[in-house]
């Protein structure tokens, strides 16, 4: 080994060895690259529309989609859509992913409605359709839970 002294002069061995670790660490472990940070991209997400638009038009925006809804799902949107503005519901709440009680069961009466007295041929995945495409399980918990809501009503 062939260990040349400079102009440095040490004064220990302890000097010596860290003065090489020093060199050592300076070759051997080159400083690490600092990580590209890509620049953000902007993602434009495409909404896409709802039933709740209805509330955004002019009143005959609002009946022409209306009078689609009706002419396309028949006598049950027609149902839903009255029982609604009788109720003074928003139809958007009702067949939307609301699930606060009162609108809930709401939404369970009008499945009863619609499955025993307006469309009793329809079936649950229909109806659950017309409810913003819910299960038909959600559909026949629906029914049957008002069903059990009126048998326990008291008779006048």
């Not at 660490?25 to 529309?49: D, E, H, M």
């Not at 396309?72 to 003074?88: F, T």
Request: hydrophobic share 35%; charged share 20%; with cysteine.
């Amino acid at each position: 080994m062939n260990i040349q002294f400079t102009a440095k002069t040490f004064t220990s061995a302890a000097a010596l060895i860290a003065d090489h670790a020093a060199v050592r660490r300076r070759l051997f472990n080159p400083p690490k690259p600092k990580p590209v940070i890509a620049p953000p991209v902007s993602v434009v997400v495409k909404r896409q529309t709802s039933r709740d638009d209805l509330q955004q038009h002019d009143a005959h925006v609002m009946a022409y989609r209306r009078w689609q809804m009706v002419s396309a799902n028949g006598p049950c949107s027609a149902h839903i859509l009255e029982r609604c503005e009788q109720e003074g519901m928003p139809y958007g709440l009702v067949t939307g992913p609301c699930r606060q009680k009162h609108i809930a069961r709401f939404r369970q009466k009008l499945m009863w409605e619609i499955k025993t007295m307006i469309k009793p041929s329809a079936s649950l995945p229909e109806i659950g359709r017309l409810f913003g495409g819910r299960d038909h399980t959600t559909v026949l918990h629906g029914v049957r839970q008002h069903a059990k809501r009126i048998s326990h009503e008291p008779q006048a």
